[in-house]
Protein backbone atom coordinates (compact mmCIF):
# COMPACT_ATOMS: atom_id res chain seq x y z
CA UNK A 1 0.00 0.00 0.00
CA UNK A 2 3.03 2.31 0.89
CA UNK A 3 4.45 1.36 -2.75
CA UNK A 4 0.82 2.15 -4.45
CA UNK A 5 0.61 5.71 -2.44
CA UNK A 6 4.31 6.59 -3.47
CA UNK A 7 3.73 5.63 -7.09
CA UNK A 8 0.50 8.02 -7.61
CA UNK A 9 1.91 10.55 -5.45
CA UNK A 10 5.37 10.71 -7.42
CA UNK A 11 4.35 9.82 -10.76
CA UNK A 12 0.66 10.24 -11.49
CA UNK A 13 -0.43 13.71 -9.01
CA UNK A 14 2.32 15.79 -10.85
CA UNK A 15 0.46 15.18 -13.79
CA UNK A 16 -3.13 15.78 -12.70
CA UNK A 17 -1.94 19.13 -11.14
CA UNK A 18 -0.49 20.56 -14.11
CA UNK A 19 -3.90 19.63 -15.84
CA UNK A 20 -5.53 21.15 -13.15
CA UNK A 21 -3.95 24.37 -13.66
CA UNK A 22 -4.83 24.03 -17.47
CA UNK A 23 -8.40 23.06 -16.41
CA UNK A 24 -8.42 26.77 -14.25
CA UNK A 25 -6.81 28.27 -17.41
CA UNK A 26 -9.88 27.46 -19.37
CA UNK A 27 -12.69 27.71 -16.54
CA UNK A 28 -11.64 30.87 -15.14
CA UNK A 29 -9.82 32.97 -18.01
CA UNK A 30 -11.42 31.37 -21.47
CA UNK A 31 -8.04 30.17 -22.18
CA UNK A 32 -8.30 28.75 -25.81
CA UNK A 33 -7.03 25.23 -26.03
CA UNK A 34 -7.36 25.37 -29.69
CA UNK A 35 -4.06 27.80 -30.04
CA UNK A 36 -1.69 26.10 -27.36
CA UNK A 37 -2.81 22.65 -29.23
CA UNK A 38 -1.77 23.51 -32.32
CA UNK A 39 1.70 25.60 -31.08
CA UNK A 40 2.39 22.12 -29.06
CA UNK A 41 1.21 19.84 -32.17
CA UNK A 42 3.16 22.26 -34.60
CA UNK A 43 6.30 23.21 -32.68
CA UNK A 44 6.78 21.35 -29.33
CA UNK A 45 5.53 17.71 -30.00
CA UNK A 46 8.26 17.41 -33.43
CA UNK A 47 11.01 18.87 -31.43
CA UNK A 48 10.22 16.32 -28.58
CA UNK A 49 10.77 13.50 -31.18
CA UNK A 50 13.43 14.22 -32.46
CA UNK A 51 15.53 15.22 -29.44
CA UNK A 52 14.44 12.15 -28.00
CA UNK A 53 15.69 10.33 -31.08
CA UNK A 54 18.76 11.55 -31.83
CA UNK A 55 20.00 11.53 -27.95
CA UNK A 56 19.01 8.44 -26.64
CA UNK A 57 20.62 5.38 -27.01
CA UNK A 58 17.97 3.28 -28.19
CA UNK A 59 17.96 0.15 -30.32
CA UNK A 60 17.17 0.38 -34.07
CA UNK A 61 15.44 -3.20 -33.34
CA UNK A 62 14.00 -2.47 -30.48
CA UNK A 63 12.51 0.77 -32.28
CA UNK A 64 11.16 -1.29 -35.14
CA UNK A 65 9.73 -3.61 -32.53
CA UNK A 66 8.03 -0.74 -30.63
CA UNK A 67 6.63 0.32 -33.49
CA UNK A 68 5.35 -3.02 -34.80
CA UNK A 69 3.78 -3.21 -31.46
CA UNK A 70 1.61 -0.08 -31.49
CA UNK A 71 0.36 -1.17 -35.10
CA UNK A 72 -0.82 -4.53 -33.98
CA UNK A 73 -2.28 -3.17 -30.75
CA UNK A 74 -4.51 -0.48 -32.40
CA UNK A 75 -5.59 -3.53 -34.92
CA UNK A 76 -6.05 -5.83 -32.05
CA UNK A 77 -7.91 -3.28 -30.29
CA UNK A 78 -10.31 -1.89 -33.35
CA UNK A 79 -11.19 -5.49 -33.92
CA UNK A 80 -12.35 -6.14 -30.04
CA UNK A 81 -13.97 -2.45 -30.24
CA UNK A 82 -16.21 -3.49 -33.27
CA UNK A 83 -16.91 -6.89 -31.92
CA UNK A 84 -18.20 -4.68 -28.79
CA UNK A 85 -20.12 -2.60 -30.43
CA UNK A 86 -22.81 -5.05 -32.04
CA UNK A 87 -24.89 -5.23 -29.14
CA UNK A 88 -24.96 -1.94 -28.60
CA UNK A 89 -26.67 -0.79 -31.83
CA UNK A 90 -25.00 2.47 -32.04
CA UNK A 91 -25.47 4.68 -35.01
CA UNK A 92 -23.03 5.42 -37.75
CA UNK A 93 -21.86 8.59 -36.24
CA UNK A 94 -21.51 7.40 -32.62
CA UNK A 95 -20.03 4.35 -34.01
CA UNK A 96 -17.23 5.76 -36.02
CA UNK A 97 -16.72 7.76 -32.22
CA UNK A 98 -16.27 4.60 -30.17
CA UNK A 99 -13.96 3.21 -33.01
CA UNK A 100 -11.83 6.37 -32.41
CA UNK A 101 -11.67 6.38 -28.76
CA UNK A 102 -11.34 2.58 -28.29
CA UNK A 103 -8.05 2.16 -31.22
CA UNK A 104 -6.19 5.64 -30.39
CA UNK A 105 -4.95 6.50 -26.68
CA UNK A 106 -3.36 9.48 -25.12
CA UNK A 107 0.36 8.59 -26.07
CA UNK A 108 1.41 12.03 -26.01
CA UNK A 109 0.32 14.22 -23.14
CA UNK A 110 -0.46 12.21 -21.03
CA UNK A 111 2.15 8.99 -21.82
CA UNK A 112 4.88 10.51 -22.26
CA UNK A 113 5.79 12.01 -18.52
CA UNK A 114 3.58 9.08 -17.12
CA UNK A 115 6.84 7.06 -18.39
CA UNK A 116 9.49 9.69 -17.84
CA UNK A 117 8.64 10.05 -14.56
CA UNK A 118 7.98 6.01 -13.54
CA UNK A 119 11.57 4.67 -15.48
CA UNK A 120 13.38 7.37 -16.84
CA UNK A 121 14.72 8.78 -20.21
CA UNK A 122 15.61 5.51 -22.14
CA UNK A 123 11.90 4.49 -21.41
CA UNK A 124 10.67 7.97 -22.93
CA UNK A 125 12.90 7.60 -26.03
CA UNK A 126 10.56 4.06 -26.65
CA UNK A 127 8.04 5.61 -25.55
CA UNK A 128 8.87 8.80 -28.29
CA UNK A 129 8.99 5.66 -30.71
CA UNK A 130 4.81 4.56 -29.80
CA UNK A 131 3.38 7.94 -29.83
CA UNK A 132 5.29 8.89 -33.44
CA UNK A 133 3.58 5.69 -34.91
CA UNK A 134 0.23 6.53 -33.07
CA UNK A 135 0.36 9.61 -34.63
CA UNK A 136 0.72 8.31 -38.10
CA UNK A 137 -1.26 5.69 -37.69
CA UNK A 138 -4.74 8.47 -36.34
CA UNK A 139 -3.50 10.41 -39.54
CA UNK A 140 -4.30 7.76 -41.60
CA UNK A 141 -6.31 5.67 -40.89
CA UNK A 142 -7.90 7.39 -37.89
CA UNK A 143 -9.34 9.55 -40.54
CA UNK A 144 -10.82 6.89 -42.64
CA UNK A 145 -12.39 5.68 -39.72
CA UNK A 146 -13.78 9.46 -39.12
CA UNK A 147 -14.86 9.83 -42.46
CA UNK A 148 -16.60 6.59 -42.63
CA UNK A 149 -15.80 6.37 -46.08
CA UNK A 150 -16.62 9.74 -47.10
CA UNK A 151 -13.07 10.57 -47.35
CA UNK A 152 -10.76 9.46 -50.17
CA UNK A 153 -6.86 7.72 -49.43
CA UNK A 154 -5.53 10.40 -51.29
CA UNK A 155 -7.25 13.01 -48.54
CA UNK A 156 -5.86 10.93 -45.39
CA UNK A 157 -2.26 10.22 -47.15
CA UNK A 158 -2.50 14.18 -47.72
CA UNK A 159 -3.53 14.99 -43.69
CA UNK A 160 -0.49 12.18 -42.81
CA UNK A 161 2.25 14.67 -44.88
CA UNK A 162 0.43 17.53 -42.67
CA UNK A 163 1.94 16.13 -39.64
CA UNK A 164 5.29 18.01 -38.39
CA UNK A 165 6.47 15.00 -36.53
CA UNK A 166 6.61 12.66 -39.79
CA UNK A 167 9.24 15.74 -40.92
CA UNK A 168 11.26 15.13 -37.07
CA UNK A 169 11.23 11.38 -37.09
CA UNK A 170 12.65 11.21 -40.76
CA UNK A 171 15.13 14.27 -39.79
CA UNK A 172 16.26 12.15 -36.98
CA UNK A 173 16.70 9.09 -38.99
CA UNK A 174 19.05 10.70 -41.30
CA UNK A 175 20.95 12.33 -38.77
CA UNK A 176 21.30 8.48 -36.84
CA UNK A 177 22.00 6.90 -40.29
CA UNK A 178 24.66 9.33 -41.30
CA UNK A 179 26.25 10.07 -38.25
CA UNK A 180 25.87 14.09 -38.83
CA UNK A 181 26.48 16.01 -35.64
CA UNK A 182 23.71 18.71 -35.55
CA UNK A 183 25.20 21.79 -34.57
CA UNK A 184 24.67 23.48 -31.04
CA UNK A 185 22.96 26.63 -32.79
CA UNK A 186 20.19 24.11 -33.69
CA UNK A 187 20.31 21.83 -31.19
CA UNK A 188 19.67 24.24 -27.90
CA UNK A 189 16.38 25.55 -30.18
CA UNK A 190 15.19 22.40 -30.57
CA UNK A 191 16.15 21.30 -26.86
CA UNK A 192 14.35 24.19 -24.89
CA UNK A 193 11.72 23.56 -27.16
CA UNK A 194 11.60 19.92 -26.24
CA UNK A 195 11.40 20.41 -22.78
CA UNK A 196 8.26 22.79 -23.04
CA UNK A 197 6.59 19.65 -24.50
CA UNK A 198 5.75 17.40 -21.70
CA UNK A 199 4.30 20.81 -19.22
CA UNK A 200 2.71 22.05 -22.08
CA UNK A 201 0.81 19.03 -23.17
CA UNK A 202 -0.50 18.04 -19.82
CA UNK A 203 -1.79 21.80 -19.70
CA UNK A 204 -3.73 20.84 -22.79
CA UNK A 205 -5.40 17.92 -21.32
CA UNK A 206 -6.66 19.65 -18.39
CA UNK A 207 -7.96 22.75 -20.85
CA UNK A 208 -9.31 19.35 -23.00
CA UNK A 209 -11.18 17.67 -19.52
CA UNK A 210 -12.66 21.23 -19.03
CA UNK A 211 -15.08 20.99 -22.15
CA UNK A 212 -16.49 17.31 -20.68
CA UNK A 213 -20.17 16.50 -20.04
CA UNK A 214 -22.40 13.97 -19.11
CA UNK A 215 -22.59 10.91 -21.43
CA UNK A 216 -25.60 10.82 -23.68
CA UNK A 217 -24.78 6.66 -24.64
CA UNK A 218 -23.56 5.54 -21.04
CA UNK A 219 -23.59 1.74 -21.85
CA UNK A 220 -21.16 2.54 -24.88
CA UNK A 221 -19.25 5.27 -23.01
CA UNK A 222 -18.36 2.01 -19.79
CA UNK A 223 -17.45 -0.08 -22.86
CA UNK A 224 -14.79 2.16 -23.90
CA UNK A 225 -13.63 2.87 -20.85
CA UNK A 226 -13.08 -0.59 -20.40
CA UNK A 227 -11.48 -1.20 -23.84
CA UNK A 228 -8.81 1.96 -23.00
CA UNK A 229 -8.32 0.72 -19.49
CA UNK A 230 -8.78 -3.09 -19.18
CA UNK A 231 -8.59 -5.34 -22.31
CA UNK A 232 -5.60 -2.71 -23.89
CA UNK A 233 -2.94 -3.67 -21.12
CA UNK A 234 -4.11 -7.04 -21.19
CA UNK A 235 -3.16 -7.50 -24.58
CA UNK A 236 -0.43 -5.19 -24.23
CA UNK A 237 1.38 -8.21 -22.36
CA UNK A 238 1.09 -10.79 -25.36
CA UNK A 239 1.96 -9.01 -27.85
CA UNK A 240 5.13 -7.32 -25.80
CA UNK A 241 5.95 -11.38 -25.27
CA UNK A 242 5.30 -12.29 -28.99
CA UNK A 243 7.40 -9.42 -29.95
CA UNK A 244 10.53 -9.78 -27.86
CA UNK A 245 9.77 -6.41 -26.00
CA UNK A 246 12.05 -6.30 -22.66
CA UNK A 247 13.32 -4.22 -19.81
CA UNK A 248 12.44 -0.20 -20.76
CA UNK A 249 10.56 -1.01 -23.89
CA UNK A 250 8.40 -3.28 -22.40
CA UNK A 251 7.77 -0.78 -19.17
CA UNK A 252 7.78 1.99 -21.82
CA UNK A 253 4.83 -0.26 -24.42
CA UNK A 254 2.56 -1.58 -21.62
CA UNK A 255 2.15 2.00 -20.09
CA UNK A 256 1.54 3.44 -23.80
CA UNK A 257 -1.02 0.57 -24.32
CA UNK A 258 -2.90 1.37 -20.65
CA UNK A 259 -3.58 5.23 -21.41
CA UNK A 260 -6.56 6.69 -21.39
CA UNK A 261 -8.64 7.67 -24.77
CA UNK A 262 -6.84 10.23 -26.90
CA UNK A 263 -7.50 13.75 -26.79
CA UNK A 264 -7.05 14.17 -30.68
CA UNK A 265 -10.22 12.09 -31.12
CA UNK A 266 -12.45 14.69 -30.02
CA UNK A 267 -10.54 17.18 -32.66
CA UNK A 268 -11.31 14.60 -34.99
CA UNK A 269 -14.87 14.07 -34.23
CA UNK A 270 -15.52 18.06 -34.34
CA UNK A 271 -13.81 18.31 -37.32
CA UNK A 272 -16.02 14.89 -39.27
CA UNK A 273 -19.38 15.81 -37.95
CA UNK A 274 -19.25 12.65 -35.45
CA UNK A 275 -20.26 12.26 -31.81
CA UNK A 276 -17.86 15.28 -30.47
CA UNK A 277 -19.84 14.60 -26.32
CA UNK A 278 -19.53 10.98 -26.75
CA UNK A 279 -15.80 11.69 -27.88
CA UNK A 280 -15.27 14.12 -24.93
CA UNK A 281 -16.91 11.40 -22.08
CA UNK A 282 -14.45 9.23 -23.36
CA UNK A 283 -12.17 11.20 -22.74
CA UNK A 284 -13.12 12.77 -19.38
CA UNK A 285 -13.96 9.13 -17.59
CA UNK A 286 -11.00 7.35 -18.83
CA UNK A 287 -8.21 10.50 -17.58
CA UNK A 288 -9.71 10.12 -14.20
CA UNK A 289 -10.21 6.39 -13.87
CA UNK A 290 -6.48 5.75 -15.45
CA UNK A 291 -4.46 6.78 -12.33
CA UNK A 292 -6.30 3.57 -10.80
CA UNK A 293 -4.80 1.31 -13.38
CA UNK A 294 -1.55 3.28 -14.12
CA UNK A 295 -0.33 2.90 -10.52
CA UNK A 296 -0.90 -1.10 -9.96
CA UNK A 297 0.76 -1.17 -13.99
CA UNK A 298 3.51 0.86 -12.54
CA UNK A 299 3.88 -0.81 -9.56
CA UNK A 300 3.97 -4.20 -10.93
CA UNK A 301 6.46 -2.92 -13.65
CA UNK A 302 8.85 -1.26 -11.90
CA UNK A 303 9.51 -4.70 -9.44
Not at 62 to 85: D, H, K, Y
Not at 149 to 173: D, E, M, N, Q
Amino acid sequence: MQLVASIFVSDILPIFIIAGVGFLLARRLGASVKTLATVTFNALSPCLVFDQLVTAQVSGSQSLRMAAFCVLLTIAIGIAARLTSMPLRLDRTTLSTFLLVAMFSNSGNYALPVVLFAFGKEALAFASVYFVTSAILIYTFGILVAASGGSSVKAAWARLFRVPAVYAVTAAVIVLATGTTVPQAVMRPIHLLSDAAIPVMLLVLGMQLERATLPKHPAAVAAAVVLSLVVAPIIAFGLTAVLGLTGTARQAAIIEASMPAAVITTVLALEFDLDASFATSVVFFTTLLSPITLVVLIAYLQR
